[in-house]
């Protein structure tokens, strides 16, 4: 699959704090998107499946 790698320097707090979130919650989501193959982190690199994401959002866009 088409991937797309990010190298953040802010760690999960300072993420929170971008979004308006919790630093746990923000963990449950990375955490998450990992269960499903839609992340993979290997130290502060992100590892983003584009195509994945872009199909999940199709799918939630539907049901709302």
Same mark, same amino acid.
């Given at each position: 699959s %088409? *991937?797309?790698?990010?190298?953040s *320097? @802010? =760690?999960q *707090? /300072? =993420? @929170?704090?971008?979004l308006?979130?919790?630093a746990?919650h923000v963990n %449950?989501m990375?955490?998450?998107?990992e269960g %499903? $193959? &839609?992340? %993979?982190?290997?130290?502060?690199?992100?590892? &983003?499946?584009?195509?994945?994401l /872009? @199909?999940m959002?199709? =799918? @939630? $866009?539907?049901?709302?």
């Open positions: %088409r *991937e797309r790698t990010l190298r *320097e @802010a =760690i *707090e /300072e =993420i @929170a704090d971008l308006g979130l919790t746990v %449950r990375l955490h998450e998107l %499903r $193959s &839609l992340l %993979r982190r290997t130290g502060r690199d992100f590892m &983003l499946d584009l195509p994945g /872009e @199909a959002n199709m =799918i @939630a $866009s539907r049901t709302y």
